[in-house]
């Protein structure tokens, strides 16, 4: 619980510093690339390499192209489309992706669980009701692309440190995660990204290296890490609390003339639906599960 608090914390100010200071300005592919290069930088001196498994490094690297490689690729597409604390709300349904995640592994599934997803949409609707628009849709598929992804990652390695039988530190081998995500993250950048939009001020190079090497480097590991020491419930939870967090600090220091009412409703609504989820459907999936 320790970890993932933690990184709550730290995560709370990526969002604003991406969406003020990088979004638009520079090129969102190589944002990704460099992101995910430098937290494979922090790991590299600690990776091991003998008595690793071939199966286990290719399973990692596989997560690590999902949890970081595809969802930045999603994450850093939002906030050409969407303010930050919208894409701050439309991050709340990963709770429901991990959980659902969790019940198919479990071979086991409930429809209820569209139920709270179409809730959580009513809530984005909310938010932009006068101003729907292709450009706002796009927006909010986009990120739902970045939460399936994240929660594929951390569910995934959280079954897989739970089921490894080899004695290995966590530490020694995260490497491969990064690895994994720079392969694709080098895919996207070559096909689609822009060098004429590179970093051009000391401040956004800044924000980059702090972003790769601290929240990215840092925070994804202690994030699995803290991941694999709590249950799938405790997870899903801890998926939400960086929310308020990052709301917090975006509204108070950078978008102070945001719609606070529509933004307090509609993100209302969109709670209710993890509370839905939390408290009525979860429990009446593992009622089912358990009398079949």
């Known amino acids: 619980m320790f970890y993932l608090s933690a990184v709550t914390v730290l995560w709370a100010f990526s969002f604003s510093l991406i969406g003020v200071y990088l979004a638009g300005q520079v090129d969102a592919w190589f944002s990704v690339w460099i992101r995910v290069a430098l937290a494979g930088l922090v790991f590299l001196p600690f990776l091991r390499f003998r008595g690793v498994p071939k199966s ?21 597409q939002s906030f050409l ?5 919208e894409v701050l709300l439309f991050t709340v349904m990963t709770p429901i992706y991990v959980t659902l995640l969790y019940d ?8 209820w669980y569209l139920v709270t997803a179409l809730i959580a949409v009513l809530g984005a609707v909310f938010i932009r009701y006068a101003g729907i628009n292709e450009r706002f849709v796009m927006g909010f598929m986009v990120v739902q692309g970045a939460n399936v992804c ?6 995934g390695y959280k079954a897989l440190m739970e089921n490894q039988t080899h004695d290995l530190k966590q530490h020694t081998v995260f490497g491969y995660f990064y690895l994994g995500a720079l392969v694709v993250a080098t895919i996207a950048f070559a096909i689609f990204g822009n060098i004429e939009k590179l970093p051009t001020t000391t401040t956004q190079w800044g924000i980059l290296v702090y972003l790769g090497t601290i929240a990215s480097g840092a925070g994804y590991f202690l994030w699995n890490k803290g991941a694999c020491q709590v249950n799938a419930g405790v997870l899903a939870i801890m998926n939400n609390v960086l929310i308020p967090m990052g709301l917090i600090v975006n509204v108070l220091i950078w978008n102070r003339e945001e719609d606070l009412g529509r933004l307090l409703i509609g993100g209302l609504i969109i709670a209710a639906s993890l509370w839905l989820n939390e408290k009525w459907v979860k429990k009446k999936v593992e009622q089912k599960y358990g009398a079949a």
Do not use: D, E, H, W
């Open 56 to 76: 286990l490094i290719v399973k990692l690297m596989t997560l690590g192209g999902f949890q970081l490689g595809l969802m930045y690729c999603f994450y850093y």
């Open 81 to 85: 489309l969407l303010s930050v604390p």
């Open 104 to 111: 198919l592994l479990n071979k086991r599934f409930s429809a």
């Open 150 to 155: 994240f929660a594929i990652g951390q569910v």
